[in-house]
């Protein structure tokens, strides 16, 4: 038999040193006590408490990433047979992507050429130029310049008296809603030319005095809108896949995207007809507030009007903590059915954004009864865009279907724009040189060139935007 071990000890000079860990019910006492006391004593139950707790949340973590392969591995699968509508992978060179034709047309992809900001103030003006949309080893790079390098500094300002820039090559005319024709604002009944349109799509002045300046950027915006538009079958889809190989730019304040336009505005002028954004992302970095570089986002832009654009509720990223995407390239992928689309970077589980038709957008809008008629100031009830107002039912879908607007054609644009006034770039983050809201924002963010233009790489294979290849399928049954 072993005895007990003494509670206390006993030093060199007599005095007893106490150990507490040791005070409790002897080994007789414990031999009493019912073998459930004995096991579930309060400190053993508070070590297992938090090693219990680990393992029933590594098994929750396990079960989620189940359930989510599951689900977007088997369950939400586009099962439709696919056939391919494009394919490019830039191997043929300038002529073979753009063409050689009348305005560049003929060629897999069209050039836009435009100075307005199309629609979000946007700072750059997209060129036709080989200095902003070239080709090099089978990769297609789109590159934003300065202007400055082509008619210098003080014409970019007018500091020298009032410079006029008119951009070659303009497309304004093939670009805008019926040529260029608005309804007369003299009342006439009939149809002018939009002059105005026109001007801010195809020139700019530098004025010191006005505090107007030319867009201080150039840049490229290229899209296959002219295939789709020739009945060619080659630059749209609806319902399937698009798929593309890029890597994003790298400064501050560009603004790479990936995206989709209706061929026909089916519904009537954006937002109502629809816009996919397959990736949009930023080129400030890491420690920037607003996701930086290490962001990628998708979204869908839907609404009555753009004042009521519902993409608030229809949009998502996916971040990688440390890595930018500009130091890669990544696989961007749409897949787009009846039911549901789905945009994912390099495979499923990194899901930008899944977004399923459930229910009428109009009732997933949650819009407002009515709205101010902009024309007349008056109250107005605010009408469903997507339904024949006679039946109630989706204007191009079967019964049942809540696809609309993105039930049409839509074609592919890729660019890199450089800031904006749309909000893209919040106000008082990132030292940002600009505010949206003022009437000199463009020149504003030119005259603090030195600050943004240090972090653009020197050479502009660098800091643009590389794409390896694009593919796009359509269900091949059209549904």
Not at 201 to 219: D, E, L, R, Y
Request: overall charge negative.
């Amino acid at each position: 038999m072993t005895s007990e071990p003494p509670a206390s000890v006993k030093t060199s000079d007599g005095s007893l040193i106490e150990k507490p860990w040791r005070e409790g019910p002897s080994a007789a006492e414990l031999a009493k006590t019912p073998f459930i006391k004995r096991v579930f004593t309060r400190k053993r139950i508070s070590r297992v408490i938090p090693h219990l707790l680990a393992l029933v949340g590594l098994g929750l973590g396990v079960l989620q990433c189940v359930l989510t392969y599951i689900d977007v591995s088997t369950e939400r699968m586009d099962r439709q047979p696919l056939c391919l509508v494009m394919e490019e992978d830039f191997s043929g060179g300038e002529d073979a992507v753009f063409g050689s034709g009348p305005g560049g047309s003929g060629g897999s992809f069209w050039r836009e050429v435009n100075m307005d900001g199309f629609g979000n103030g946007e700072f750059e003006m997209s060129t036709a130029s080989s200095k902003n949309s070239y080709i090099k080893d089978g990769i297609l790079y789109i590159a934003p310049t300065l202007t400055e390098d082509e008619i210098g500094s003080d014409n970019v300002f007018g500091n020298n008296g009032p410079y006029i820039y008119n951009i070659t090559g303009c497309t304004f005319n093939e670009t805008a809603a019926d040529g260029g024709l608005i309804d007369d604002p003299k009342g006439s009944g009939g149809k002018v030319f939009d002059y105005a349109g026109y001007y801010a799509a195809c020139s700019a002045t530098g004025n010191n005095t006005a505090g107007t300046i030319v867009n201080p950027v150039q840049s490229a915006r290229i899209s296959t809108l002219m295939n789709a538009q020739s009945g060619s079958g080659n630059g749209s889809t609806k319902y399937g896949r698009v798929e593309i190989r890029a890597k994003m730019p790298t400064g501050d304040w560009l603004w790479p995207a990936l995206w989709m336009l209706p061929v026909n505005n089916t519904y009537g002028p954006w937002p109502r007809s629809g816009e996919i954004d397959i990736v949009e992302s930023r080129g400030n970095g890491l420690a920037y507030t607003a996701h930086g570089a290490n962001y990628v986002q998708g979204a869908l832009n839907w609404g009555p009007s753009p004042q009521l654009n519902g993409v608030s509720k229809s949009y998502s990223w996916w971040s990688d903590k440390r890595v930018p995407f500009s130091k890669d390239f990544h696989t961007y992928a749409l897949e787009w059915t009846t039911s549901f689309i789905r945009i994912y970077v390099d495979t499923r589980l990194h899901t930008l954004l899944e977004y399923r038709f459930d229910e009428p957008f109009f009732e997933k809008g949650d819009f407002p009864e009515t709205i101010l008629n902009a024309s007349t100031g008056q109250v107005q009830a605010l009408q469903d865009p997507w339904v024949d107002p006679q039946t109630g039912l989706p204007k191009e879908s079967a019964k049942g279907r809540w696809a609309s607007p993105f039930d049409q054609e839509f074609y592919l644009i890729m660019n890199v724009a450089v800031g904006g006034v749309n909000g893209w770039f919040p106000d008082g983050q990132g030292n940002k040189p600009w505010f949206d809201g003022g009437a000199d924002a463009m020149r504003s963010f030119a005259e603090a060139q030195s600050e943004w233009y240090s972090t653009w790489p020197e050479n502009p294979d660098d800091r643009a935007m590389a794409i390896d290849y694009v593919k796009m399928w359509r269900h091949c049954d059209g549904d």
